[in-house]
């Protein structure tokens, strides 16, 4: 059984970078041809996808917000890491841990970590 | 960027009924490369159908998704409760991106 869960802070300050982990089970990033990224989800508001990582390392970003996001990966722990740094309100949101299957499709979610951004 | 637009935003009907929900593409998807996914609310989006019309391990045959290049439909052939929700369709062929978004509300 596939299960992720994200962790991180509920609140984060303007300016303040975000650090968001991915603790993952039933599948290996280091055997698999899967991948895992993040999407988030302002409130009330559409998708919107983040990141991913790969076995090999190999990382893509959200064209718009690649100066602001890294993702990084502990494969020993079955853990992705995603940092996103100048947080503003308008980021205020859930974010969700995801697999992507090794066509593209995302094929398991998170429970999503509702994260703030307020002074 | 390869855009996705979803109509309706909302669709008004009842238990029982057929349910059709579209997404056109600024742009050709190649080898169908669209998935749709159902968010319940307060809930994560859970993937129903990869690959333009496959649907996904353990999701009823009510569900059927078609279409190819920029047009692709998600039909629900009779609605139950649970599936009244909000449908993301989703493209993955130049990198990843998400329509806006159909509600589909009790009428």
């Known amino acids: 059984q596939v299960t992720l869960r994200e962790s991180g802070p509920a609140l984060v300050k303007p300016t303040q970078t975000l650090t968001l982990t991915c603790a993952f089970s039933g599948f290996s990033l280091s055997t698999t041809a899967m991948s895992v990224g993040w999407v988030r989800q302002p409130p009330g508001k559409a998708l919107e996808w983040l990141a991913l990582i790969d076995r090999d390392d190999e990382k893509l970003y959200s064209t718009s917000l690649k100066t602001r996001l890294t993702i990084s990966k502990d494969s020993s722990k079955n853990q992705v890491v995603l940092t996103m740094t100048n947080m503003e309100p308008v980021d205020t949101g859930t974010y969700y841990c995801?697999?992507?299957?090794?066509?593209?499709?995302?094929?398991?979610w998170g429970q999503g970590a509702l994260v703030t951004v307020s002074s | 960027e390869l855009v996705l637009t979803q109509s309706p935003g909302t669709l008004s009907l009842s238990p029982g009924e057929r349910a059709t929900l579209s997404c056109r593409a600024s742009?050709?998807?190649?080898?169908?490369?669209l998935a749709w996914y159902q968010q319940r609310p307060g809930q994560a989006p859970r993937l129903l159908v990869f690959a333009g019309s496959s649907r996904a391990t353990g999701i009823p045959d009510r569900f059927s998704g078609s279409g190819f290049g920029t047009d692709f439909t998600l039909t629900i052939s009779r609605l139950e409760p649970e599936d009244f929700a909000v449908y993301y369709c989703?493209?993955?062929?130049?990198?990843?991106?998400f329509g806006g978004g159909t509600k589909v509300e009790i009428k």
């Open positions: 742009q050709s998807i190649s080898s169908n490369y």
């Open positions: 995801i697999r992507i299957h090794n066509s593209g499709w995302f094929d398991n």
């Open positions: 989703q493209q993955y062929s130049k990198s990843f991106t």
